[in-house]
């Protein structure tokens, strides 16, 4: 079976996989707990026929409620598929091509994106040569605006027009600028969640997964 069972815990209430009718040699499991003191969600995934207790990769993202905690365990889901795709074909440039855009600061790394790419890079190194070790990540959650390189990522545009393409897409959409960074150089800022919410009610569209939140 190659759909991850994913199973929300606290701390006082953990079970393993067996208890969710989980077969770890066969399935993906992954295990996601809530900490309501900290404000945030561990979760943990254990690719098929790695063991119970042999995580593949752990990350912890901020969590307010039930549906981040589900957002986060969906993330990490997302992001030991293409490890394990990666790491299985060095060739394979869609994996690597994911893992960037999982990694990127608009998504939920934010500020520790540059940081969990390197550590991802030293990872399938040490991976590829036989040294499988857990992957450990922290991010600071989703930013609040995007630049409009990153509204132009989001929205799936690539090449030197990405951003031209972003911004006339903006303008139908009636989406303005909500702030601007500091300095000559400083770049407009859009509202995520304006942006998010209306790409999810395009016509045949919906919002990507990976930034789900």
């Known amino acids: 079976m190659d759909t991850p069972v994913l199973v929300e815990t606290s701390y006082s209430l953990q079970e393993g996989p067996a208890a969710h009718g989980v077969d770890t040699d066969t399935q993906w499991w992954c295990e996601v707990t809530r900490r309501p003191r900290t404000g945030d969600a561990i979760a943990s995934v254990t690719p098929p026929g790695s063991g119970e207790y042999s995580e593949l990769v752990t990350v912890t993202l901020p969590a307010d409620d ?45 500020d520790y994106s540059g940081p969990a790419w390197s550590r991802v890079l030293e990872w399938l190194k040490a991976a ?8 450990v990540l922290h991010g600071n959650g989703w930013p ?70």
């Open 66 to 110: 039930l549906d981040d905690t589900e957002t986060a365990g969906r993330y990490a889901v997302n992001l030991a598929r293409a490890l394990v795709q990666a790491v299985n074909d060095s060739d394979d440039d869609a994996a690597i091509e994911e893992l960037k855009g999982l990694l990127s600061s608009a998504g939920p790394m934010g």
């Open 144 to 213: 609040q605006n995007w630049t409009i390189a990153e509204v132009a990522d989001y929205l799936g545009y690539a090449g030197v027009s990405a951003t031209g393409s972003a911004r006339r897409q903006l303008s139908r959409w009636g989406i303005q600028a909500v702030s601007r960074q500091p300095g000559r150089d400083g770049q407009n800022l859009y509202a995520v969640d304006q942006v998010r919410a209306a790409h999810t009610q395009r016509p045949g569209q919906g919002a990507r997964s990976d930034l789900r939140k």
């Open 128 to 135: 590829r040569s036989g040294d499988l070790q857990e992957l």
